[in-house]
């Protein structure tokens, strides 16, 4: 099956810093990615959509100086933290659906990223 | 009113009963549905994905969709303490996914 690797999972860094976090489709291409944080007992919510070869959209009230998107190639996307605070601390998750299925086809997820800001 | 309406639980059964989950939605474009489970700390995994209204079977998982009442529902037969876990409805009409906030289950021995 299609597989999303994520990399860190677990990570903790100081207030100010920059964090990035690497998702990466193993076994398929993956155009378009989408990254997710999630706060604890919270459902998944939409952040960003990562798009090859152009520029990632961002849902409202998402800002993208803070959360850099670069989509490198069709099996990598990465999503920087910038500038972090303890708020920005939560589960962040990113998916990918495979280039060969339909647009409206379930999305494979990473295993998520534990960023705590101290 | 959220697009997506689904209860937190927790839930708490018994082994080997049978588990309901449901999920209210608002927009009736919505055509795809379905259910991930998470364990904590993991991504959320595919269970079942349904397009349109109707039943779904997968071993001891039922997805039932009813897009005249904007309702979905997963069934587990057979609960096992393996099944505890948290359980999130999705759904889309565009290729993004939209999510319910997740229906905790505990299936304790």
């Known amino acids: 099956g299609a597989v999303v690797s994520q990399h860190p999972s677990w990570v903790i860094c100081k207030s100010g810093t920059s964090v990035k976090i690497e998702c990466r489709s193993l076994?398929?291409?993956?155009?378009?990615m989408f990254w997710y944080r999630q706060f604890p007992k919270q459902s998944l919510m939409l952040m960003a959509t990562?798009?090859?070869?152009?520029?990632?959209?961002?849902e409202q009230g998402v800002e993208k100086d803070k959360f850099l998107i670069n989509h490198a190639s069709l099996t990598l996307s990465t999503l920087t933290v910038t500038s972090a605070h303890p708020e920005d601390s939560s589960f962040y998750i990113c998916?990918?659906?495979?280039?060969?299925?339909?647009?409206?086809?379930?999305?494979?997820f990473g295993n998520g990223t534990r960023l705590t800001v101290t | 009113q959220k697009e997506v309406e689904q209860d937190p639980g927790p839930l708490s059964v018994p082994e080997g009963a049978i588990v309901s989950l449901n999920c209210t939605y608002s927009?009736?474009?919505?055509?795809?549905f379905m259910w991930y489970r998470q364990y904590s700390r993991k991504g959320p995994e595919l269970l079942m994905y349904?397009?349109?209204?109707g039943n779904k079977e997968d071993g001891r998982f039922t997805a039932q969709v009813d897009k005249s009442s904007k309702y979905i529902s997963l069934f587990i037969r057979d609960s096992q303490p393996s099944d505890s876990a948290t359980y999130l409805c999705?759904?889309?009409?565009?290729?993004?996914?939209?999510f319910g906030t997740g229906t905790r289950l505990q299936v304790f021995p």
């Open positions: 998916s990918a659906r495979d280039d060969q299925s339909s647009y409206n086809s379930p999305l494979h």
């Open positions: 076994d398929f291409q993956a155009t378009t």
């Open positions: 990562s798009n090859e070869g152009s520029k990632a959209t961002y």
């Open positions: 927009n009736s474009a919505f055509q795809y």
């Open positions: 349904t397009y349109s209204s």
């Open positions: 999705a759904m889309s009409h565009t290729d993004k996914l939209i």
